[in-house]
């Protein structure tokens, strides 16, 4: 395997670091150090650009971003065990690695980014336990457009199919509608599983997500009560999986373009934010 920088292969700094995964943590490490290059440029050249990496682990994705050219990396890593190995990347790069210890889903992300010039994308291999609760976080983002310019993120691929779905596809629920209202996103590649210590049971798949500039006017609290309501009965009829959420139904479902009998999985997100607006 090809080394992208002069610091020790990743199997070395884990034995070194004792850094065995943990799977209360999610967590699941990538050695290929090119694959990580391949993630990192994922979402455009770096050059000039900040980013925002969660669990970085050992540090693999890290080093990729700063050997592509990334001007500054801001990694929240929860496991103390890592920290070492990810500050002697620091020392490698000086004044381009900052790292923060705590939960991701507790960061104040504007106050981390505070003072960086530039652009800001985030790129990261999520941790599986949190990945859907950070994603929906960003996409909840207040106000819009957001802090972040792109995000380039690992999911289990299951998970990214659901982000990226349609009306038109099995997968469409809460998810896509709300990935769909305020981004444009696409699967850029799988990973197997052979590529990570240790292998999961599944296929992961990297997404890319561009925020739309002017996304159709609606809150994020509105969309998710309507979302939920929906999706979480499925099967049923709008008239009925609707009806505990007040207000005058059938004339918002005509306002909407919406027929009665119509199921969530065949609601286009254009209509769920038209009667997220008219329900609220």
């Known amino acids: 395997m090809a080394q992208i920088d002069t610091l020790p292969p990743l199997r070395e700094v884990i034995r070194q670091h004792e850094l065995m995964a943990k799977k209360s943590l999610g967590q ?4 290929d150090l090119n694959l990580t290059a391949k993630i990192a440029r994922a979402g455009g050249s770096l050059e000039g650009i900040n980013v925002v990496e969660v669990g970085p682990g050992p540090g693999g994705l890290t080093r990729a971003l700063l050997a592509c050219g990334a001007r ?3 990694a929240v890593e ?14 490698h790069y000086p004044g381009r690695l900052t790292v923060h210890a705590g939960d991701a889903l507790e960061a104040d992300w504007p106050a981390l980014i505070a003072g960086l010039e530039g652009p800001v994308r985030i ?7 949190v990945a859907t609760p950070l994603l929906i976080g960003w ?10 310019q792109s995000m380039t993120l690992m999911f289990q ?6 982000i990226v779905a349609t009306e038109a596809e099995e997968a469409y629920g809460r998810l896509g509608v709300l990935a769909g209202w305020r981004t ?21 798949s990297v997404v890319h997500l561009r925020p739309r500039p002017a996304p159709l006017p609606c809150t994020p609290a509105a969309l998710e009560r309507i979302t939920q309501a929906a999706f979480g ?11 505990g959420l007040g207000g005058d139904l059938t004339a918002a479902l005509a306002d909407a373009g919406l027929r009665p009998e119509m199921r969530a999985e065949e609601v286009p997100v254009a209509a769920f934010v038209a009667l997220a607006n008219a329900l609220k």
């Open 28 to 31: 699941n490490f990538l050695l």
């Open 78 to 91: 929860r496991d103390e065990r890592c920290l070492a190995a990810l500050a002697e990347i620091a020392a």
């Open 233 to 243: 009965q499925r099967r049923k009829m709008l008239r009925q999986s609707l009806k």
């Open 139 to 148: 996409l909840k983002t207040e106000p819009w457009p957001p802090w972040f």
């Open 123 to 129: 790129t990261a291999n999520l941790p599986y336990n």
């Open 184 to 204: 444009e996103a696409e699967i850029v590649f799988d990973v197997p599983p052979s590529a990570f210590v240790p292998p999961p049971k599944v296929t992961s």
């Open 72 to 74: 500054h990396v801001v």
């Open 157 to 162: 691929k299951e998970v990214a199919e659901r």
